[in-house]
């Protein structure tokens, strides 16, 4: 059974960093594209970055610039490294793994990120 596992979320000041860590356990394999998601409180849950295969990236508008995905193949692991935190970007944050011949989705259980002003 494939299971993600987040970290990395925290109550951090407007202006700081945090990076956000989705690791993949089980047997996966075909791994097609893997995106992070927030979801604000009363909102819905948003893309916020994507990355494929290949390597291609996509950011939302509000993000561009400042968060950065990336991966680690021989770990099942991807990252969200995020700078320039705004108070608007706090919300609980999900990773999903979209992988094998089906294909499966998986999400995983979120990390909150909290950004003071």
């Known amino acids: 059974q494939v299971q993600l596992v987040e970290s990395g979320g925290g109550l951090v000041q407007a202006g700081g960093s945090l990076r956000l860590t989705c690791v993949a356990s089980?047997?996966?394999?075909?791994?097609?594209?893997i995106e992070w998601y927030r979801q604000a409180p009363g909102k819905q849950r948003d893309l916020v970055a994507y990355?494929?295969?290949?390597?291609?990236?996509i950011y939302a508008n509000s993000v561009k610039g400042r968060f950065t995905i990336s991966r680690d193949n021989a770990k099942n692991t991807v990252y969200l490294q995020m700078n320039s935190l705004k108070p608007e970007d706090t919300a609980d944050y999900y990773c999903?793994?979209?992988?094998?011949?089906?294909?499966?989705?998986?999400w995983g259980q979120g990390t909150q990120v909290t950004v003071s002003s």
């Open positions: 999903k793994w979209t992988w094998g011949w089906a294909p499966t989705i998986t």
């Open positions: 990355i494929t295969s290949g390597g291609r990236t």
């Open positions: 089980g047997s996966i394999y075909n791994i097609q594209s």
